[in-house]
Every structure is written in C-alpha cells, then in structure tokens.
C-alpha cells in the first residue's frame, strides 16, 4: 500500500519479532538514514550492528534477518 501511494522504500520484517529487539534495531535503522545513507546501507548497518551486538537476542538471524527494502 505504501508503495501504491508513492513511498519509493518499505522496510518491513517478514515475520513478528521481540519488542525489545526490534526497537534497537529500528533506532540503528533510523540513526543511519538520518545520517545520510540511502536506505539499502542503513538496513546493512542495522544489520550488522545486529549480529555484532554483545546481546544475544539481538545477534540471532531471527531478528536482523526478517527486516526487508522493498522499493523501486
């Protein structure tokens, strides 16, 4: 529906993730695109701040890996 309305990315997860996790890999997310970075790189710096992270539930691919770019 974004799409459809003109938003040129949607960055969505593929499946429900913990609260917790998913907040601090949003506020990554959000820190890089305010930054600067085309929407890919901020979800690959999310990403990998994800799996680098010294917490667990952060690390797991159940979390880092369910986040998506769709877009044009």
Do not use: N
Not at 21 to 28: C, N, V, W, Y
Not at 39 to 56: G, N
Request: proline share 4%.
């Amino acid at each position: 529906a974004f799409l459809t309305a003109g938003a040129q990315h949607v960055i969505g997860a593929a499946w429900a993730i913990d609260d917790a996790a998913t907040l601090a890999f949003m506020e990554r997310l959000h820190l890089a695109l305010r930054a600067g970075a085309a929407p890919v790189r901020a979800l690959r710096e999310a990403q990998l701040d994800a799996i680098r992270s010294q917490d667990p539930a952060r690390r797991t691919p159940r979390v880092w890996a369910a986040f998506q770019l769709l877009g044009r």
